[in-house]
């Protein structure tokens, strides 16, 4: 016996993501980039989050969701191989992004 499974809609996936647990709370949920691009799109995606009032952050292939309307502090740890430049590229995009909406300078 043959099992036939219903396709996913752009709806089912936006319901499953913010329908989690997690999301509920306020807090993050994360989906696999490839996913959101294949099942909703990049612009759909955005137009929810700004709908809702929620923030992402991209990684690894990763999307991660802050499910609240709170302000994102972004930690960046950077290689050191040369601390000369190191500091001087901190120095101009600490600079450059000062009127940033996240806090500490530095844009996901």
């Known amino acids: ?5 219903r ?11 913010f329908r989690a647990k997690a999301a509920l709370d306020g807090g993050v949920v994360r989906r ?3 996913d959101m691009e294949r099942m909703v799109g990049r612009d ?25 309307a709170q302000p994102i502090k972004v ?3 950077a290689p050191q191989f040369f601390e000369e430049e190191l500091n001087t590229d901190f120095q101009r995009k600490s600079s450059t992004d000062a009127g ?4 500490g300078g530095v844009n996901p």
């Open 7 to 17: 396709p996913i809609t752009p709806e089912d996936w936006f319901r499953s993501l």
């Open 32 to 34: 696999k980039i490839r």
């Open 100 to 103: 940033s909406r996240f806090e």
């Open 44 to 68: 759909r995606f955005e137009a929810e989050l700004k709908h809702r009032g929620f923030s992402a952050v991209e990684n690894a292939g990763q999307v991660v969701v802050f499910c609240n």
């Open 75 to 77: 930690s960046v740890s």
């Open 1 to 5: 016996m043959t099992q036939r499974f």
